[in-house]
Protein backbone atom coordinates (compact mmCIF):
# COMPACT_ATOMS: atom_id res chain seq x y z
CA UNK A 1 0.00 0.00 0.00
CA UNK A 2 2.93 2.72 1.14
CA UNK A 3 5.29 2.66 -1.53
CA UNK A 4 8.42 3.83 0.02
CA UNK A 5 7.99 0.83 3.25
CA UNK A 6 10.69 -2.52 2.11
CA UNK A 7 8.05 -4.91 1.88
CA UNK A 8 8.76 -8.52 1.92
CA UNK A 9 6.89 -11.80 2.69
CA UNK A 10 3.71 -10.71 0.72
CA UNK A 11 3.85 -14.35 -0.47
CA UNK A 12 3.44 -15.79 3.10
CA UNK A 13 0.61 -13.47 3.83
CA UNK A 14 -1.19 -14.79 0.30
CA UNK A 15 -0.52 -18.30 0.66
CA UNK A 16 -1.91 -17.75 4.50
CA UNK A 17 -5.05 -16.87 2.73
CA UNK A 18 -5.31 -19.26 -0.01
CA UNK A 19 -5.22 -21.83 2.84
CA UNK A 20 -7.97 -20.00 5.15
CA UNK A 21 -10.26 -19.99 2.03
CA UNK A 22 -9.41 -23.84 1.35
CA UNK A 23 -10.45 -24.02 5.47
CA UNK A 24 -13.61 -22.44 4.49
CA UNK A 25 -14.68 -25.18 2.18
CA UNK A 26 -13.45 -27.77 3.17
CA UNK A 27 -16.13 -30.45 3.69
CA UNK A 28 -16.42 -31.22 7.28
CA UNK A 29 -18.96 -33.93 9.06
CA UNK A 30 -22.62 -32.17 9.23
CA UNK A 31 -22.80 -31.77 13.15
CA UNK A 32 -19.44 -29.94 12.89
CA UNK A 33 -20.28 -27.46 10.32
CA UNK A 34 -21.89 -24.96 12.58
CA UNK A 35 -18.73 -24.51 14.79
CA UNK A 36 -16.52 -24.06 11.13
CA UNK A 37 -14.84 -20.81 12.71
CA UNK A 38 -14.23 -17.84 9.76
CA UNK A 39 -10.83 -18.54 8.92
CA UNK A 40 -10.22 -16.14 6.61
CA UNK A 41 -11.74 -13.20 9.19
CA UNK A 42 -9.04 -14.72 11.73
CA UNK A 43 -6.56 -14.19 9.16
CA UNK A 44 -7.31 -11.09 8.37
CA UNK A 45 -7.80 -9.94 11.66
CA UNK A 46 -3.89 -10.99 12.59
CA UNK A 47 -2.59 -9.48 9.47
CA UNK A 48 -4.12 -6.43 10.19
CA UNK A 49 -3.36 -6.06 13.75
CA UNK A 50 0.52 -6.80 13.04
CA UNK A 51 0.77 -4.67 9.63
CA UNK A 52 -1.56 -2.47 9.75
CA UNK A 53 0.04 -0.29 6.73
CA UNK A 54 0.03 -3.66 4.04
CA UNK A 55 -3.00 -5.34 5.35
CA UNK A 56 -6.27 -3.69 5.89
CA UNK A 57 -9.60 -2.30 4.39
CA UNK A 58 -8.40 -2.86 0.83
CA UNK A 59 -7.25 -6.88 1.46
CA UNK A 60 -10.24 -7.23 3.56
CA UNK A 61 -12.76 -6.63 0.77
CA UNK A 62 -10.93 -8.73 -1.99
CA UNK A 63 -10.25 -11.89 0.93
CA UNK A 64 -14.44 -11.20 1.03
CA UNK A 65 -15.08 -11.02 -2.32
CA UNK A 66 -13.20 -14.48 -3.19
CA UNK A 67 -15.19 -16.03 -0.19
CA UNK A 68 -18.52 -15.37 -2.00
CA UNK A 69 -17.06 -16.20 -5.08
CA UNK A 70 -16.44 -19.67 -3.42
CA UNK A 71 -19.59 -20.04 -0.90
CA UNK A 72 -21.84 -18.72 -3.19
CA UNK A 73 -23.34 -16.10 -1.62
CA UNK A 74 -24.02 -12.68 -3.32
CA UNK A 75 -21.10 -11.10 -4.27
CA UNK A 76 -20.05 -8.09 -2.08
CA UNK A 77 -21.44 -9.94 1.15
CA UNK A 78 -18.63 -11.23 2.82
CA UNK A 79 -16.22 -8.51 1.15
CA UNK A 80 -18.44 -5.74 3.01
CA UNK A 81 -18.10 -7.65 6.43
CA UNK A 82 -14.88 -8.25 6.14
CA UNK A 83 -13.96 -4.79 4.65
CA UNK A 84 -16.06 -3.24 7.86
CA UNK A 85 -13.74 -5.70 10.79
CA UNK A 86 -10.67 -4.61 8.95
CA UNK A 87 -11.15 -0.70 9.49
CA UNK A 88 -12.43 -1.60 13.44
CA UNK A 89 -9.44 -3.65 13.73
CA UNK A 90 -7.11 -0.98 12.46
CA UNK A 91 -8.94 1.49 14.84
CA UNK A 92 -7.98 -0.73 17.90
CA UNK A 93 -4.84 -2.17 16.58
CA UNK A 94 -2.68 -0.04 18.94
CA UNK A 95 -4.32 -0.29 21.97
CA UNK A 96 -4.92 -4.36 20.75
CA UNK A 97 -1.06 -5.13 20.47
CA UNK A 98 -0.07 -4.55 24.03
CA UNK A 99 -2.94 -6.61 25.58
CA UNK A 100 -2.41 -10.11 26.05
CA UNK A 101 -3.47 -12.80 23.91
CA UNK A 102 -6.48 -13.62 25.81
CA UNK A 103 -7.48 -10.16 25.90
CA UNK A 104 -7.36 -9.95 22.25
CA UNK A 105 -9.58 -13.20 21.53
CA UNK A 106 -12.43 -11.35 23.66
CA UNK A 107 -12.27 -8.30 21.13
CA UNK A 108 -12.02 -10.81 17.85
CA UNK A 109 -14.90 -12.44 19.04
CA UNK A 110 -16.69 -8.89 18.59
CA UNK A 111 -15.38 -8.49 16.02
CA UNK A 112 -16.71 -12.00 14.26
CA UNK A 113 -19.86 -10.88 15.57
CA UNK A 114 -20.05 -7.96 13.85
CA UNK A 115 -19.23 -9.47 10.59
CA UNK A 116 -21.64 -12.37 11.21
CA UNK A 117 -24.05 -9.61 12.21
CA UNK A 118 -23.30 -8.00 8.64
CA UNK A 119 -23.55 -11.46 6.31
CA UNK A 120 -27.06 -12.26 8.68
CA UNK A 121 -28.25 -8.59 7.96
CA UNK A 122 -28.07 -9.05 3.90
CA UNK A 123 -29.29 -12.27 4.01
CA UNK A 124 -32.48 -10.63 5.90
CA UNK A 125 -32.70 -8.00 3.27
CA UNK A 126 -32.97 -10.56 0.44
CA UNK A 127 -35.57 -12.70 2.33
CA UNK A 128 -33.74 -15.46 3.29
CA UNK A 129 -35.02 -16.98 6.59
CA UNK A 130 -33.39 -16.05 10.01
CA UNK A 131 -30.67 -18.74 10.78
CA UNK A 132 -30.77 -21.51 13.59
CA UNK A 133 -28.88 -20.62 17.12
CA UNK A 134 -26.35 -22.79 15.81
CA UNK A 135 -25.19 -20.37 13.21
CA UNK A 136 -23.95 -18.06 15.97
CA UNK A 137 -21.81 -20.77 17.24
CA UNK A 138 -18.76 -20.43 14.61
CA UNK A 139 -18.00 -16.94 16.66
CA UNK A 140 -16.61 -18.13 19.93
CA UNK A 141 -14.79 -20.87 18.56
CA UNK A 142 -13.19 -18.30 16.30
CA UNK A 143 -12.25 -16.42 19.46
CA UNK A 144 -11.38 -19.55 21.34
CA UNK A 145 -9.10 -20.44 18.37
CA UNK A 146 -7.72 -16.82 17.65
CA UNK A 147 -4.49 -17.93 20.08
CA UNK A 148 -3.55 -20.65 18.02
CA UNK A 149 -4.40 -18.27 14.79
CA UNK A 150 -1.88 -15.73 16.48
CA UNK A 151 1.22 -17.58 17.51
CA UNK A 152 1.16 -19.84 14.16
CA UNK A 153 0.99 -16.72 12.02
CA UNK A 154 3.48 -14.98 14.22
CA UNK A 155 5.84 -17.59 13.40
CA UNK A 156 5.01 -17.67 10.35
CA UNK A 157 5.88 -13.57 10.35
CA UNK A 158 8.93 -14.59 12.34
CA UNK A 159 9.72 -17.45 9.74
CA UNK A 160 9.44 -15.64 6.44
CA UNK A 161 10.47 -12.09 7.70
CA UNK A 162 7.14 -10.52 6.47
CA UNK A 163 7.61 -6.69 7.17
CA UNK B 1 -12.10 7.45 2.70
CA UNK B 2 -11.81 3.56 1.69
CA UNK B 3 -14.27 2.10 3.45
CA UNK B 4 -16.78 4.02 2.67
CA UNK B 5 -16.21 3.48 -1.05
CA UNK B 6 -15.91 0.03 -1.24
CA UNK B 7 -19.07 -0.51 1.16
CA UNK B 8 -20.79 1.36 -1.32
CA UNK B 9 -18.89 -0.36 -4.11
CA UNK B 10 -20.06 -3.65 -2.25
CA UNK B 11 -23.58 -2.57 -1.82
CA UNK B 12 -24.12 -1.84 -5.28
CA UNK B 13 -22.61 -5.25 -6.20
CA UNK B 14 -24.92 -7.19 -4.24
CA UNK B 15 -27.65 -5.16 -5.45
CA UNK B 16 -27.10 -6.03 -9.05
CA UNK B 17 -26.07 -9.65 -8.08
CA UNK B 18 -29.53 -10.05 -6.34
CA UNK B 19 -31.54 -7.78 -8.56
CA UNK B 20 -30.51 -7.67 -12.22
CA UNK B 21 -28.19 -10.54 -12.85
CA UNK B 22 -26.03 -7.77 -14.56
CA UNK B 23 -22.79 -8.84 -12.73
CA UNK B 24 -22.50 -12.42 -14.11
CA UNK B 25 -19.46 -12.01 -16.12
CA UNK B 26 -17.56 -10.25 -12.93
CA UNK B 27 -19.15 -13.32 -10.95
CA UNK B 28 -17.34 -15.11 -13.72
CA UNK B 29 -14.07 -13.85 -13.70
CA UNK B 30 -14.14 -14.01 -10.29
CA UNK B 31 -15.32 -17.49 -10.15
CA UNK B 32 -12.51 -18.55 -12.36
CA UNK B 33 -9.92 -17.46 -10.08
CA UNK B 34 -11.28 -19.14 -7.10
CA UNK B 35 -11.49 -22.08 -9.40
CA UNK B 36 -7.94 -23.80 -8.38
CA UNK B 37 -8.68 -23.30 -4.52
CA UNK B 38 -11.82 -25.61 -5.50
CA UNK B 39 -10.13 -27.77 -6.93
CA UNK B 40 -7.55 -28.04 -4.40
CA UNK B 41 -9.95 -28.96 -1.90
CA UNK B 42 -11.95 -31.26 -4.13
CA UNK B 43 -8.72 -33.25 -5.17
CA UNK B 44 -7.59 -35.70 -2.48
CA UNK B 45 -11.62 -36.65 -2.32
CA UNK B 46 -11.60 -37.67 -6.02
CA UNK B 47 -7.95 -38.94 -5.98
CA UNK B 48 -8.78 -41.18 -2.51
CA UNK B 49 -12.07 -42.34 -4.70
CA UNK B 50 -9.96 -43.24 -7.68
CA UNK B 51 -7.42 -44.85 -5.94
CA UNK B 52 -9.65 -46.75 -4.32
CA UNK B 53 -11.42 -47.82 -8.03
CA UNK B 54 -7.92 -48.93 -8.60
CA UNK B 55 -6.71 -51.14 -5.38
CA UNK B 56 -10.46 -52.61 -5.83
CA UNK B 57 -10.14 -56.53 -5.28
CA UNK B 58 -10.70 -58.52 -8.56
CA UNK B 59 -13.26 -60.63 -6.96
CA UNK B 60 -15.14 -57.54 -5.69
CA UNK B 61 -15.09 -56.42 -9.35
CA UNK B 62 -16.01 -59.05 -11.21
CA UNK B 63 -19.17 -59.73 -8.77
CA UNK B 64 -20.04 -55.70 -9.36
CA UNK B 65 -19.60 -56.39 -12.99
CA UNK B 66 -22.34 -59.23 -12.68
CA UNK B 67 -24.21 -57.53 -11.06
CA UNK B 68 -24.22 -54.22 -13.26
CA UNK B 69 -24.83 -56.94 -16.12
CA UNK B 70 -27.69 -58.24 -14.57
CA UNK B 71 -29.05 -54.82 -13.89
CA UNK B 72 -28.48 -53.34 -17.59
CA UNK B 73 -30.25 -56.81 -18.76
CA UNK B 74 -33.72 -56.10 -16.42
CA UNK B 75 -33.84 -52.46 -17.62
CA UNK B 76 -33.27 -53.39 -21.39
CA UNK B 77 -36.38 -55.44 -21.13
CA UNK B 78 -38.09 -52.55 -19.38
CA UNK B 79 -36.79 -50.36 -22.09
CA UNK B 80 -38.04 -52.22 -24.77
CA UNK B 81 -41.24 -52.14 -23.47
CA UNK B 82 -41.12 -48.32 -22.54
CA UNK B 83 -39.79 -47.78 -26.38
CA UNK B 84 -43.09 -49.09 -27.68
CA UNK B 85 -44.78 -47.25 -24.99
CA UNK B 86 -43.12 -44.04 -26.28
CA UNK B 87 -43.99 -44.35 -29.68
CA UNK B 88 -47.45 -45.06 -28.96
CA UNK B 89 -47.92 -42.05 -26.78
CA UNK B 90 -46.54 -39.96 -29.17
CA UNK B 91 -48.89 -41.21 -31.82
CA UNK B 92 -51.36 -40.60 -29.92
CA UNK B 93 -50.58 -36.80 -28.54
CA UNK B 94 -50.09 -36.24 -32.68
CA UNK B 95 -53.80 -37.33 -32.78
CA UNK B 96 -54.92 -35.16 -30.23
CA UNK B 97 -52.74 -32.33 -32.02
CA UNK B 98 -50.16 -31.07 -29.42
CA UNK B 99 -46.76 -32.46 -30.54
CA UNK B 100 -44.45 -33.05 -27.36
CA UNK B 101 -40.67 -34.74 -27.37
CA UNK B 102 -40.39 -37.20 -24.59
CA UNK B 103 -36.63 -37.94 -24.88
CA UNK B 104 -34.06 -36.18 -23.04
CA UNK B 105 -30.13 -35.58 -23.74
CA UNK B 106 -27.88 -35.58 -20.66
CA UNK B 107 -24.33 -35.03 -19.62
CA UNK B 108 -23.00 -36.61 -16.49
CA UNK B 109 -21.51 -34.32 -13.76
CA UNK B 110 -19.87 -35.01 -10.75
CA UNK B 111 -20.77 -32.90 -7.31
CA UNK B 112 -17.47 -31.25 -6.39
CA UNK B 113 -16.64 -32.39 -2.28
CA UNK B 114 -16.75 -28.55 -0.94
CA UNK B 115 -18.70 -27.05 1.10
CA UNK B 116 -20.51 -23.77 0.38
CA UNK B 117 -22.99 -21.15 2.15
CA UNK B 118 -24.43 -23.41 5.02
CA UNK B 119 -27.63 -21.53 5.01
CA UNK B 120 -28.23 -22.31 1.56
CA UNK B 121 -28.68 -25.46 -0.40
CA UNK B 122 -26.52 -25.24 -3.13
CA UNK B 123 -23.91 -27.40 -4.74
CA UNK B 124 -20.91 -27.12 -6.79
CA UNK B 125 -20.68 -29.07 -10.03
CA UNK B 126 -17.52 -29.92 -12.23
CA UNK B 127 -19.30 -28.56 -15.45
CA UNK B 128 -19.55 -24.90 -16.57
CA UNK B 129 -19.80 -23.10 -19.09
CA UNK B 130 -17.23 -24.36 -20.98
CA UNK B 131 -18.98 -27.67 -20.86
CA UNK B 132 -22.25 -25.75 -21.93
CA UNK B 133 -24.04 -25.48 -18.50
CA UNK B 134 -25.99 -22.69 -18.51
CA UNK B 135 -27.95 -20.85 -15.89
CA UNK B 136 -31.67 -22.38 -15.44
CA UNK B 137 -30.52 -25.51 -16.63
CA UNK B 138 -32.12 -28.60 -14.91
CA UNK B 139 -30.59 -30.89 -13.06
CA UNK B 140 -31.12 -34.71 -11.73
CA UNK B 141 -29.70 -37.80 -10.24
CA UNK B 142 -31.30 -41.32 -11.19
CA UNK B 143 -34.45 -40.73 -9.25
CA UNK B 144 -35.48 -37.60 -9.58
CA UNK B 145 -34.93 -34.08 -10.14
CA UNK B 146 -32.62 -32.21 -8.00
CA UNK B 147 -32.36 -28.71 -8.95
CA UNK B 148 -31.39 -26.10 -11.13
CA UNK B 149 -28.10 -24.42 -12.34
CA UNK B 150 -27.86 -21.01 -10.56
CA UNK B 151 -24.81 -19.81 -11.31
CA UNK B 152 -22.53 -20.89 -13.93
CA UNK B 153 -18.71 -20.05 -13.92
CA UNK B 154 -16.19 -21.35 -16.54
CA UNK B 155 -15.38 -24.51 -15.05
CA UNK B 156 -17.68 -25.27 -12.54
CA UNK B 157 -21.45 -24.36 -11.84
CA UNK B 158 -23.34 -23.89 -8.51
CA UNK B 159 -26.77 -25.89 -8.86
CA UNK B 160 -29.85 -24.86 -6.53
CA UNK B 161 -31.21 -27.60 -5.17
CA UNK B 162 -35.19 -28.34 -4.90
CA UNK B 163 -35.23 -27.88 -0.81
CA UNK B 164 -33.45 -24.49 -1.07
CA UNK B 165 -36.25 -21.98 1.07
CA UNK B 166 -35.89 -19.29 -2.10
CA UNK B 167 -36.39 -22.08 -4.87
CA UNK B 168 -39.98 -23.89 -6.21
CA UNK B 169 -41.21 -26.13 -8.65
CA UNK B 170 -44.06 -26.19 -10.64
CA UNK B 171 -45.65 -29.88 -10.05
CA UNK B 172 -48.22 -31.76 -10.82
CA UNK B 173 -49.75 -34.98 -9.00
CA UNK B 174 -49.07 -37.83 -11.52
CA UNK B 175 -52.39 -39.82 -10.48
CA UNK B 176 -55.06 -37.18 -11.58
CA UNK B 177 -52.51 -34.21 -13.10
CA UNK B 178 -53.70 -32.05 -10.34
CA UNK B 179 -51.13 -28.96 -9.96
CA UNK B 180 -49.35 -27.21 -7.28
CA UNK B 181 -45.99 -25.68 -6.32
CA UNK B 182 -43.46 -27.11 -4.68
CA UNK B 183 -41.32 -25.13 -2.66
CA UNK B 184 -38.11 -25.47 -0.50
CA UNK B 185 -38.28 -26.06 3.22
CA UNK B 186 -34.46 -25.72 4.00
CA UNK B 187 -35.00 -29.43 5.13
CA UNK B 188 -33.24 -31.46 2.14
CA UNK B 189 -36.34 -34.43 3.54
CA UNK B 190 -38.98 -32.10 2.83
CA UNK B 191 -40.95 -29.71 0.41
CA UNK B 192 -44.21 -28.06 0.74
CA UNK B 193 -46.85 -27.79 -1.42
CA UNK B 194 -48.40 -24.02 -1.95
CA UNK B 195 -51.59 -22.79 -2.03
CA UNK B 196 -53.40 -26.70 -2.73
CA UNK B 197 -57.46 -25.46 -1.59
CA UNK B 198 -58.11 -28.06 1.22
CA UNK B 199 -60.82 -30.35 -1.07
CA UNK B 200 -58.03 -30.89 -3.45
CA UNK B 201 -57.69 -34.53 -4.70
CA UNK B 202 -54.35 -35.29 -3.05
CA UNK B 203 -53.64 -37.72 -0.38
CA UNK B 204 -50.46 -39.59 1.15
CA UNK B 205 -48.33 -41.07 -1.49
CA UNK B 206 -48.97 -39.52 -4.46
CA UNK B 207 -46.25 -38.93 -7.03
CA UNK B 208 -45.55 -35.17 -7.61
CA UNK B 209 -44.05 -34.78 -11.42
CA UNK B 210 -42.68 -32.23 -13.11
CA UNK B 211 -45.39 -30.44 -14.97
CA UNK B 212 -42.92 -28.54 -17.34
CA UNK B 213 -44.81 -25.13 -16.66
CA UNK B 214 -42.54 -22.29 -16.57
CA UNK B 215 -39.83 -24.25 -19.10
CA UNK B 216 -37.38 -24.39 -16.25
CA UNK B 217 -37.91 -28.41 -15.74
CA UNK B 218 -38.70 -30.72 -18.66
CA UNK B 219 -42.03 -32.47 -18.12
CA UNK B 220 -42.62 -35.85 -16.27
CA UNK B 221 -39.21 -36.51 -14.38
CA UNK B 222 -40.38 -36.85 -10.55
CA UNK B 223 -39.76 -34.47 -7.98
CA UNK B 224 -41.39 -35.71 -4.88
CA UNK B 225 -44.27 -38.00 -2.93
CA UNK B 226 -46.61 -36.70 -0.44
CA UNK B 227 -46.02 -37.82 3.26
CA UNK B 228 -48.35 -35.86 4.76
CA UNK B 229 -51.68 -34.01 4.26
CA UNK B 230 -52.96 -31.57 7.08
CA UNK B 231 -56.41 -30.27 6.83
CA UNK B 232 -57.69 -27.95 9.35
CA UNK B 233 -61.00 -26.93 9.35
CA UNK B 234 -61.42 -23.52 8.24
CA UNK B 235 -58.24 -22.99 6.58
CA UNK B 236 -58.93 -22.54 3.15
CA UNK B 237 -55.18 -24.42 1.90
CA UNK B 238 -54.14 -27.86 2.96
CA UNK B 239 -50.86 -27.83 4.20
CA UNK B 240 -49.08 -30.79 2.46
CA UNK B 241 -45.41 -31.87 2.91
CA UNK B 242 -43.43 -34.32 0.09
CA UNK B 243 -40.42 -36.02 0.33
CA UNK B 244 -37.83 -35.45 -2.43
CA UNK B 245 -37.69 -38.53 -4.94
CA UNK B 246 -33.56 -37.59 -5.27
CA UNK B 247 -31.25 -37.90 -3.03
CA UNK B 248 -31.04 -34.20 -2.54
CA UNK B 249 -28.09 -34.62 0.31
CA UNK B 250 -26.14 -37.76 -1.11
CA UNK B 251 -25.91 -38.11 -4.57
CA UNK B 252 -22.84 -37.65 -5.98
CA UNK B 253 -23.34 -38.37 -9.43
CA UNK B 254 -25.92 -36.23 -11.03
CA UNK B 255 -26.91 -35.32 -14.58
CA UNK B 256 -27.80 -32.10 -16.59
CA UNK B 257 -30.40 -31.83 -19.01
CA UNK B 258 -29.35 -31.01 -22.39
CA UNK B 259 -31.96 -31.04 -24.64
CA UNK B 260 -35.84 -30.46 -24.45
CA UNK B 261 -37.51 -27.26 -24.44
CA UNK B 262 -35.59 -26.13 -21.54
CA UNK B 263 -32.89 -24.63 -23.72
CA UNK B 264 -31.54 -21.19 -23.76
CA UNK B 265 -33.16 -18.98 -25.60
CA UNK B 266 -31.72 -18.66 -28.65
CA UNK B 267 -31.61 -19.27 -32.43
CA UNK B 268 -30.75 -22.72 -31.65
CA UNK B 269 -34.29 -22.77 -29.60
CA UNK B 270 -36.17 -25.58 -31.04
CA UNK B 271 -38.20 -25.06 -33.57
CA UNK B 272 -41.06 -26.19 -32.50
CA UNK B 273 -43.66 -26.26 -35.25
CA UNK B 274 -47.16 -26.05 -33.00
CA UNK B 275 -45.64 -25.53 -29.73
CA UNK B 276 -48.65 -25.46 -27.11
CA UNK B 277 -47.27 -23.12 -24.11
CA UNK B 278 -44.15 -20.84 -24.15
CA UNK B 279 -41.86 -20.12 -27.37
CA UNK B 280 -44.23 -20.45 -30.03
CA UNK B 281 -44.17 -19.06 -33.60
CA UNK B 282 -40.65 -19.42 -33.80
CA UNK B 283 -40.41 -21.62 -37.08
Do not use: C
Request: proline share 6%.
Amino acid sequence: MTGHQPRSGGFAILVSFLIGLMLIILPLPGWAQDFRPEWVALILLYWSLALPERVGVGVGWLAGLFQDALLGTLLGQHALAFALIAFLALRLHQHLRLVPVWQQAIVVLGLLTVAQLVVFWVNGIIGRPAPDWQAWAAIPVGAAIWPLIFFILRGVRRRFRVQ
Amino acid sequence: MRLVLLATVSILLMTLDHREHLVAPAREAVSSVVYPVRFVVDAPFSIAERVGERIALRHQLIEENRALRDRQLEYQSRLQRMEALEQENQRLRELLGSSERLETDVAITQLMRIELDPHTHIVEIDRGSNAGAFVGQPVLDARGIMGQVDKVGPRSATVRLISDPSHAIPVEVNRNSLRAVALGSGDPQRLELANVPSNADIEEGDLLTASGLGGTFPRGYPVATVTEVEVEAGEPFARISAEPAAALDRSRKLMLVISEQAQPPGPEAEAGTDADDEDGGQS
